[in-house]
Nanobody, 126 residues
């Protein structure tokens, strides 16, 4: 079974930065796209970023483009999400997720990732 564990959430002021990390099993990292979703209170989950297992290509939602960077660290077995220039509207629970068709899912909004982490809270104050 695939088990994903997020870490790095916390409280930060507007304009600040946080770096989230998702620990990914080796097999999953090699074979599945890893995405990041977030969910604000009362809102649906929003797919904000994804990295392809095949070629390392990346996707960013317009809401985070230019501010967030997704990367993989194969030595550590993690996928990172560096978040810069944070805004209060970035507040929410952030989840990493894995799926072999992750890039398709997140770019089309169709379907649901197979595997999910437990989530980590990110709070951005004004």
């Amino acid at each position: 079974q695939t088990h994903l564990v997020e870490s790095g959430g916390g409280l930060v002021q507007s304009g600040g930065s946080l770096r989230l990390s998702c620990a990914v099993p080796e097999f999953t990292l090699q074979n599945a796209d890893i995405g990041w979703y977030r969910q604000a209170p009362g809102k649906d989950r929003e797919g904000i970023s994804c990295i392809s297992s095949r070629d390392g290509s990346t996707y960013y939602a317009e809401s985070v483009k230019g501010r967030f960077t997704i990367s993989r660290d194969t030595a550590k077995g993690t996928v990172e999400l560096e978040m810069n220039s944070l805004k209060p509207e970035d507040t929410g629970v952030y989840y990493c997720a894995a799926d072999r068709q992750g890039m398709y899912i997140i770019t089309t909004g169709l379907g649901w990732f197979d595997h999910w982490g437990q989530g980590t809270q990110v709070t951005v104050s004004s």
